[in-house]
T-cell receptor, first 116, second 113 residues
Framework: NAGVMQNPRHLVRRRGQEARLRCSPM?????VYWYRQLPEEGLKFMVY????????ESGMPKERFSAEFPKEGPSILRIQQVVRGDSAAYFC??????????????FGPGTRLTVL | AQSVTQPDIHITVSEGASLELRCNYS??????LFWYVQSPGQGLQLLLK??????LVQGIKGFEAEFKRSQSSFNLRKPSVHWSDAAEYFC???????????FGTGTRLQVFP
């Protein structure tokens, strides 16, 4: 059973370009979380999605950032008009449908975005 | 609001020495607590978790952690550190509502031979 997949693992963009980060959850998982890790910092929650629905986007910057998790295909985190401050590692985690008071999250290897 | 504090940014120990990494949390109810390890350039691996019950939790790679409600702490321990334990360690608590994890800023562990 493959784990959470993220691609690309490394992404380089120039200021003003768009970045698209993909996350394929573990088989059977219908919930996805995105976290951002700035240099020398811990991970910060960005957004929580289930298929075709955003559940919690309280950690998303108000502009330029969007996320989706379509019925078919991976979850996408999209950053428009990137700036140098967007350089970070972006981690995706997936969890199964809720069955108890907490569902463990399984993390992918991350996408390291560098903005030149 | 929930928060996690890891007071030690960087810790250095000799191989074979004991280890304790500190974690303090702020949460109104009984927290769900986690320790993750991140090797350079890698994702996060779950070491152990506490939901309820026995306050001493055993994890993988010989790690354990003790939940102390009176001190709002969940410190990670290992009796004898191996060189391969050098990594970044993150303590986390589950936030209310949607299961999102709230992470501390991490402790970087360096191990000398």
């Amino acid at each position: 059973n493959a784990g959470v997949m993220q691609n690309p693992r490394h992404l380089v963009r120039r200021r003003g370009q768009e970045a698209r980060l993909r996350c394929s959850p573990m088989k059977g998982h219908s919930h996805v979380y995105w976290y951002r890790q700035l240099p020398e910092e811990g991970l910060k929650f960005m957004v929580y999605l289930q298929k075709e629905n955003i559940i919690d986007e309280s950690g998303m910057p108000k502009e330029r950032f969007s996320a989706e998790f379509p019925k078919e295909g991976p979850s996408i985190l999209r950053i428009q008009q990137v700036v140098r401050g967007d350089s970070a590692a972006y981690f995706c985690a997936s969890s199964p449908p809720p069955r108890s008071s907490y569902n463990e999250q399984f993390f992918g290897p991350g996408t390291r975005l560098t903005v030149l | 609001a929930q928060s996690v504090t890891q007071p030690d940014i960087h810790i250095t120990v000799s191989e074979g020495a004991s280890l304790e990494l500190r974690c303090n949390y702020s949460y109104g109810a009984t927290p769900y607590l986690f320790w993750y390890v991140q090797s350079p350039g890698q994702g996060l691996q779950l070491l152990l978790k506490y939901f309820s019950g026995d306050t001493l939790v055993q994890g993988i790679k010989g790690f354990e952690a003790e939940f102390k409600r009176s001190q709002s702490s969940f410190n990670l321990r290992k009796p004898s550190v191996h060189w391969s334990d050098a990594a970044e360690y993150f303590c986390a608590v589950v936030g209310s509502g949607t299961d999102k994890l709230i992470f501390g800023t991490g402790t970087r562990l360096q191990v000398f031979p």
